[in-house]
């Protein structure tokens, strides 16, 4: 289907070279706010659904930023484009996942929409993390989205979840095999976790086998970010002078073989339950003890 454009803008190209948010039809604004009738009747007097406004923002794309998921199955189901692109190269994808609607998300996907489109910015996996909703990152890795993409600026998708402190999204990352130790300028996630002094996110890369010694490009390890004497720096270094024991280096070694897999083949190998909840990263379960009533006889 042709994608057609509103009116020229009363400001012209500086306006448009600028961003400025001019130029929606009914059809942007019923989408956005999530009038279901009112889209309806537009779609059905024959209202173009890949109209796009400046910054090329098609209704489909102002549906999903606002997680309208009664929108979004309407204009997919008239015809709306999946994949149009913005003036940044987003596609709906991305901003149903930086929206954190799940289930925009899995309407998208169900009618075709790239997981990994050619993006030198942030992917749909990216956004996710930048959300920081984890079942979309779940999802989107279950869809086979590269969890290496590189961003110019953010690095990958487990730089974006530790920089915005999103300790689920990190541990699903990890879990589906992330690369812990992935640099952006020699800037690894444990930068970011003790940039923002996060004790659980320094403790969780570490058990995934962050590097406590990696230096960036100003030659600083994760420590020289913390402030001496504070939790952060104390856990870091506890495990800059405690080696890892044997259980952890087997954990790891066998993780790493395993690769993206690890998840998968684990649970298939005929271990002990205690023993596959160590791999997996998993706590062990919590076991109630009866208590003195109970055993108080009547």
Avoid at 104 to 110: A, D, G, H, M
Avoid at 208 to 224: C, E, H, M, S, W
Wanted: proline residues 5%; hydrophobic residues 40%; aromatic residues 6%.
């Amino acid at each position: 289907m042709e994608i057609t454009r509103t009116r020229p803008s009363l400001y012209g190209e500086i306006a448009h070279g600028l961003g400025f948010w001019t130029d929606r039809s009914a059809v942007h604004e019923a989408a956005a706010q999530g009038r279901v009738l009112q889209l309806q009747q537009l779609i059905e007097g024959g209202a173009a659904v890949n109209i796009v406004a400046v910054d090329s923002i098609t209704p489909l794309h102002e549906a999903c930023i606002q997680g309208q998921t009664q929108c979004v199955q309407l204009l997919l189901g008239a015809g709306a484009q999946v994949d149009a692109r913005n003036i940044d190269g987003s596609t709906p994808l991305c901003d149903a996942c930086a929206a954190g609607s799940l289930e925009c998300v899995k309407l998208l996907l169900e009618y075709g929409a790239t997981v990994n489109p050619p993006l030198f910015t942030f992917s749909p996996l990216h956004e996710a993390c930048m959300g920081g909703n984890s079942d979309c990152v779940q999802l989107m890795i279950d869809q086979g989205a590269f969890m290496e993409a590189h961003d110019c600026h953010y690095g990958t998708p487990l730089h974006v979840a530790c920089a915005r402190q999103h300790y689920n999204c990190a541990k699903v990352l990890l879990n589906a095999g992330a690369n812990v130790n992935a640099a952006k300028l020699h800037e690894t996630a444990l930068h970011h976790a003790a940039k923002t002094n996060n004790v659980d996110l320094v403790e969780l890369l570490v058990e995934f086998g962050g590097d406590v010694y990696a230096r960036d490009t100003l030659n600083k390890k994760p420590i020289q970010y913390t402030s001496v004497g504070s939790p952060c720096y104390l856990c870091l270094e506890f495990y800059e002078n405690t080696p890892l024991n044997l259980q952890q280096i087997s954990r790891l070694a066998l993780r790493k073989a395993l690769g993206t897999r690890a998840c998968e083949v684990v649970f298939k190998l005929e271990l002990p339950n205690r023993i596959i909840r160590f791999l997996s990263h998993m706590p062990p379960p919590v076991i109630e003890l009866p208590s003195l009533s109970d055993n108080q006889d009547v």
